[in-house]
T-cell receptor
Framework: SQTIHQWPATLVQPVGSPLSLECTVE??????LYWYRQAAGRGLQLLFY??????ISSEVPQNLSASRPQDRQFILSSKKLLLSDSGFYLC????????????FGSGTRLTVV | GEDVEQSLFLSVREGDSSVINCTYT??????LYWYKQEPGAGLQLLTY?????DMKQDQRLTVLLNKKDKHLSLRIADTQTGDSAIYFC????????????FGSGTRLSIRP
């Protein structure tokens, strides 16, 4: 069966420090991968999506970047965190064609102090 | 404006039915979804409906789709305390990227 792993679960980082959040998927090949951010009390904002290795599309201009070094690995990064980067970050995957929706990871709560 | 809109809050009494409403703007939407998010957790797919359907029922959940008005609703019968969560409406449109657009979520709280 397919599973999605996301870590760490919580993270407290100082302003100006780097960030690396990792997401891996097991049990499927060539998934579509997504990074979402959920600010406190807000809805989901799509940050990046990827339909294949090395293929990254950015939805909004921001301080973050994403990479997909392997088929089932998706990384969210920042060189210098801002206070506004705080939020709940969710990774998700889907098969090509979202007929059955996304499967989400358990999320990372990032607090920038 | 938002592509998918929902009211932010809903409060119901335990045992009553909850109805969460959603409107969307894109008539080319192919699938529509309801997700549930419990505190501090990721999103869990509750149910989905294809755009050529009017209704889908799954145990206590009933989804109604009005394509003409671009209105989607989720009815939870006999609402329980475990139903307390944020419920997200979402739509997908055919594209190679297979993106789903989410609403802002409706926080459902249950009164005793």
């Amino acid at each position: 069966s397919q599973t999605i792993h996301q870590w760490p679960a919580t993270l407290v980082q100082p302003v100006g420090s780097p960030l690396s959040l990792e997401c891996t998927v097991e049990g499927t090949s060539n998934p579509n991968l997504y990074w979402y951010r959920q600010a406190a009390g807000r809805g989901l904002q799509l940050l990046f999506y990827s339909v294949g290795i090395g293929q990254i599309s950015s939805e909004v201009p921001q301080n973050l970047s994403a990479s997909r070094p392997q088929d089932r690995q998706f990384i969210l990064s920042s060189k210098k965190l801002l206070l506004s980067d705080s939020g709940f970050y969710l990774c998700a995957w889907s098969t090509t064609g979202t007929y059955y929706g996304y499967t989400f990871g358990s999320g990372t709560r990032l607090t920038v102090v | 404006g938002e592509d998918v809109e929902q009211s932010l809050f809903l409060s119901v009494r335990e045992g009553d039915s909850s109805v969460i409403n959603c409107t969307y703007t894109d008539s080319s939407s192919t699938y529509l979804y309801w997700y549930k998010q419990e505190p501090g957790a990721g999103l869990q797919l509750l149910t989905y409906i294809f755009s050529n359907m009017d209704m889908k029922q799954d145990q206590r959940l009933t989804v109604l789709l009005n394509k003409k008005d671009k209105h989607l609703s989720l009815r939870i019968a006999d609402t329980q305390t475990g139903d307390s969560a944020i419920y997200f409406c979402a739509e997908s449109r055919y594209s190679s990227a297979s993106k789903i657009i989410f609403g802002s979520g409706t926080r459902l709280s249950i009164r005793p």
